[in-house]
Nanobody
C-alpha cells in the first residue's frame, strides 16, 4: 500500500518560515503528481502547490513568490518551503499523491501567529 507521512508543521510567527516534508512509500508509479493541500477552519480544502514527476510546478496565487515546492524522485519525497508566512496560511496541510489513485497523508498543522 502507498503511505504518505508528513512532517515539519508547527507554530511560527508571521514573517517566519517552515519547511514541510512528505515521504512516500509503497508501490509508486513513476509518472505522478505530488502536492500539498491545506484546509483552514471553515474553509474548503484547497491546492497549495503541486509538482509532477518531471518537476513541472503549479502554485496557488496566494502563495506564489513565498512558497517553493520540490521533490526528490529517488527518495520519493516532496518538500514545501514556506517563507514570509501569514496568519491566513494557518491550516492543516496534507500531502497528496496522484497516480491511478489519489493518496493522502494524515495532515500536519501549521499555525502562524500575528
Amino acid at each position: 500500500q502507498v503511505r504518505l507521512v508528513e512532517s515539519g508543521g508547527g507554530l511560527v510567527q508571521a514573517g517566519g518560515s517552515l519547511r514541510l516534508s512528505c515521504a512516500a512509500s509503497g508501490n509508486i508509479f513513476s509518472v505522478n503528481v505530488m502536492g500539498w493541500y491545506r484546509q483552514a477552519p471553515g474553509k474548503q480544502r484547497e491546492l497549495v502547490a503541486s509538482i509532477t514527476s518531471d518537476s513541472i510546478t503549479n502554485y496557488a496565487d496566494s502563495v506564489k513568490g513565498r512558497f517553493t515546492i520540490s521533490r526528490d524522485n529517488a527518495k520519493n519525497t516532496v518538500h514545501l518551503q514556506m517563507n514570509s508566512l501569514k496568519p491566513e496560511d494557518t491550516a492543516v496541510y496534507y500531502c497528496n499523491l496522484r497516480t491511478l489513485f489519489n493518496f493522502w497523508g494524515q495532515g500536519t498543522q501549521v499555525t502562524v501567529s500575528s
